[in-house]
């Protein structure tokens, strides 16, 4: 109804100019940041003069190392990937730094450590212009940022990795919302649907959205909202829908296929087949098969390199696990996926008692659910033999041994993994207690972790009363330890000695009392 362009187009404006500063008044973005007022280095200044002048500034800001985090942050300002971007997001660097400065003196514990991680983080993005827009754009994401930094270097490093979940900041209602493993496998199988005939892209959808999952389970972690168990649950649910929808995927994609799917199924060991998996676990498997037709060797085979390939290789997206197949029967030497019966026959006749003690913490991961269902019944037949307990006993101490020499530890600190009477005791505990005691107590071979069938144990008489329970607790408190340690980039996971005294005595004595018939228990290890 305008009577011209010009009247149209002025109108246009004036609601174009309303709704602008609408936007920036929410966002807090405005117009652009005029670079010569943000410095957090005053080129003007000679070099001595810009770091005393930072150095004060983060002294009175609180640093407790001022001078360090001025040198690492004038390094940063510096580096020539900093100097060559252009005014625009070099402003947008400097504002973000400054916003971060006094948030991280006066919310972290660790400010020094912080600000070196966020550091690190900003010269990983800086030349992604849309990452600097967005945390310039939305503030809020900046404090939750520095909340994820302060709390977890390997989370840092994780975030440096892949930037692309910063989105996942974006929205603390869904950041911090229980996983829904129904949405999450439907959406995810779309988009690999939606990607078939591409299986680079395939592989990246796999990566990314394993990542965004990971990276809000790792949040709701930092926040104090999973225990241990529920974090290595639900890590483990989410490889078994990687691994199970890759399974699938990864079948479609061979060539000479002979059926829609795959008779194949992936058996978990270890810390997935246990249900413990941790932020950067390998995924322990084994490949099994039940195919008459003449092709089926080959053809799963095939699968079996090409899953390991799906799962392990580094893309432009990152990496989702490292796949060890090493339990598979015969080792190294072995065959990539063995037949059913074949899989039966060995370890009835030819597996060595470690491979028994592995097969305690295996279970059906992904594939096809009968031969699923028959692996179970295989377990169970094999852990529930009648075993020679001073010859059982002596293999297994023999395996504490090889594994303790493998690790030697040559420090004071105590490793509450692979030192005596801290976790791998544990475990060998347990193992051996099923393996003995299976033939009269069947429901030791319930895959349902190491802290409940120590209480089981203790409730069928199998360790003294109260000290199920005392074990337990020592494992979990274990664990916790050697999360957190992880958690801060710790290349190995020891504490003072003096620390965990109590618990390693409990261990101790529950490990003298279980192999008290064998001698040589205490030299064994």
Same mark, same amino acid.
């Given at each position: 109804?305008?009577?011209? =362009?010009?009247?149209?187009?002025?109108?246009?404006?004036?609601?174009?100019?309303?709704?602008?500063?609408?936007?920036?008044?929410?966002?807090?973005?405005?117009?652009?940041?005029?670079?010569?007022?943000?410095?957090?280095?005053?080129?003007?200044?000679?070099?001595?003069?810009?770091?005393?002048?930072?150095?004060?500034?983060?002294?009175?800001?609180?640093?407790?190392?001022?001078?360090?985090?001025?040198?690492?942050?004038?390094?940063?300002?510096?580096?020539?990937?900093?100097?060559?971007?252009? $005014?625009?997001?070099?402003?947008?660097?400097?504002?973000?730094?400054?916003?971060?400065?006094?948030?991280?003196?006066?919310?972290?514990?660790?400010?020094?450590?912080?600000?070196?991680?966020?550091?690190?983080?900003?010269?990983?993005?800086?030349?992604?212009?849309?990452?600097?827009?967005?945390? /310039?754009?939305?503030?809020?994401?900046?404090?939750?940022?520095?909340?994820?930094?302060?709390?977890?270097?390997?989370?840092?490093?994780?975030?440096?990795?892949?930037?692309?979940?910063?989105?996942?900041?974006?929205?603390?209602? /869904?950041?911090?919302?229980?996983?829904?493993?129904?949405?999450?496998?439907?959406?995810?199988?779309?988009?690999?649907?939606?990607?078939?005939?591409?299986?680079?892209?395939?592989?990246?959808?796999?990566?990314?959205?394993?990542?965004?999952?990971?990276?809000?389970?790792?949040?709701?972690?930092?926040?104090?909202?999973?225990?241990?168990?529920?974090?290595?649950?639900?890590?483990?649910?989410?490889?078994?829908?990687? %691994?199970?929808?890759?399974?699938?995927?990864?079948?479609?994609?061979?060539?000479?296929?002979?059926? $829609?799917?795959?008779?194949?199924?992936?058996?978990?060991?270890?810390?997935?087949?246990?249900?413990?998996?941790?932020?950067?676990?390998?995924?322990?498997?084994?490949?099994?098969? $039940?195919?008459?037709?003449?092709?089926?060797?080959?053809?799963?085979?095939?699968?079996?390199?090409?899953?390991? /390939?799906?799962?392990?290789?580094?893309?432009?997206?990152?990496?989702?696990?490292?796949?060890?197949?090493?339990?598979?029967?015969?080792?190294?030497?072995?065959?990539?996926?063995?037949?059913?019966?074949?899989?039966?026959?060995?370890?009835?006749?030819?597996?060595?008692?470690?491979?028994?003690?592995?097969?305690?913490?295996?279970?059906?991961?992904?594939?096809?659910?009968?031969?699923?269902?028959?692996?179970?019944?295989?377990?169970?037949?094999?852990?529930?033999?009648?075993?020679?307990?001073?010859?059982?006993?002596?293999?297994?101490?023999?395996?504490?041994?090889?594994?303790?020499?493998?690790?030697?530890?040559?420090?004071?600190?105590?490793? =509450?993994?692979?030192?005596?009477?801290?976790?791998? $005791?544990?475990?060998?505990?347990?193992?051996?207690?099923?393996?003995?005691?299976?033939? %009269?107590?069947?429901?030791?071979?319930?895959?349902?972790?190491?802290?409940?069938?120590?209480?089981?144990?203790?409730?069928?008489?199998?360790?003294?009363?109260?000290?199920?329970?005392?074990?337990?607790?020592?494992?979990?408190?274990?664990?916790?330890?050697?999360?957190?340690?992880?958690?801060?980039?710790?290349?190995?996971?020891?504490?003072?000695?003096?620390? %965990?005294?109590?618990?390693?005595?409990?261990?101790?004595?529950?490990?003298?009392?279980?192999?008290?018939?064998?001698?040589?228990?205490?030299?064994?290890?």
């Amino acid at each position: 109804g305008f009577s011209s =362009v010009v009247q149209l187009l002025a109108q246009l404006q004036t609601y174009r100019t309303f709704v602008a500063a609408q936007f920036d008044a929410m966002f807090g973005q405005g117009d652009e940041p005029d670079s010569s007022s943000y410095q957090p280095i005053d080129d003007g200044q000679t070099e001595e003069e810009q770091f005393a002048s930072l150095t004060d500034k983060l002294k009175t800001l609180g640093y407790p190392d001022a001078t360090t985090s001025a040198r690492r942050l004038a390094a940063l300002w510096k580096a020539h990937r900093i100097r060559s971007l252009s $005014d625009s997001n070099r402003a947008r660097l400097a504002t973000l730094v400054n916003q971060s400065l006094p948030l991280i003196a006066s919310t972290c514990a660790n400010p020094g450590d912080t600000l070196g991680r966020l550091l690190d983080f900003f010269d990983a993005i800086a030349r992604r212009s849309s990452y600097l827009s967005l945390l /310039t754009a939305y503030p809020g994401t900046i404090e939750r940022l520095l909340r994820v930094m302060s709390a977890s270097g390997w989370a840092a490093q994780y975030l440096s990795r892949h930037p692309i979940l910063l989105d996942e900041l974006l929205d603390a209602r /869904t950041l911090f919302s229980a996983p829904d493993w129904s949405a999450f496998t439907t959406e995810l199988s779309n988009r690999l649907c939606q990607e078939r005939g591409d299986v680079e892209r395939q592989m990246d959808v796999l990566r990314e959205m394993h990542h965004a999952m990971l990276f809000r389970l790792l949040a709701q972690d930092l926040e104090g909202m999973l225990s241990v168990e529920r974090l290595a649950d639900e890590l483990s649910k989410l490889a078994d829908t990687v %691994v199970a929808l890759t399974v699938q995927e990864a079948w479609l994609a061979l060539s000479g296929r002979h059926a $829609d799917s795959p008779r194949f199924a992936v058996i978990a060991y270890g810390k997935l087949g246990g249900k413990e998996l941790g932020y950067a676990s390998d995924l322990d498997l084994v490949f099994l098969f $039940d195919d008459d037709d003449e092709r089926a060797p080959m053809l799963y085979a095939r699968l079996v390199q090409r899953l390991t /390939t799906w799962l392990s290789s580094p893309t432009s997206a990152g990496q989702l696990f490292e796949v060890d197949t090493a339990l598979r029967p015969d080792g190294a030497s072995g065959l990539p996926v063995t037949r059913l019966p074949a899989f039966e026959k060995y370890q009835m006749t030819s597996a060595w008692a470690w491979e028994h003690q592995a097969l305690t913490r295996a279970r059906f991961c992904a594939g096809d659910a009968a031969i699923g269902a028959g692996f179970e019944a295989i377990r169970s037949k094999v852990l529930r033999q009648t075993r020679d307990a001073a010859a059982l006993r002596r293999d297994v101490l023999s395996m504490r041994k090889k594994m303790h020499d493998a690790h030697p530890n040559h420090s004071a600190l105590f490793d =509450v993994k692979h030192d005596s009477g801290g976790m791998i $005791d544990i475990e060998f505990i347990v193992q051996y207690l099923v393996l003995a005691h299976a033939a %009269v107590h069947p429901g030791l071979t319930d895959n349902i972790g190491n802290i409940a069938l120590l209480a089981y144990c203790e409730q069928i008489g199998l360790i003294p009363e109260g000290e199920g329970k005392a074990v337990s607790d020592t494992y979990r408190y274990f664990r916790r330890l050697q999360h957190q340690l992880r958690m801060q980039g710790a290349p190995v996971s020891r504490v003072e000695r003096e620390a %965990v005294a109590e618990e390693i005595a409990r261990v101790t004595s529950l490990w003298s009392f279980v192999f008290a018939d064998d001698q040589g228990a205490g030299a064994a290890r």
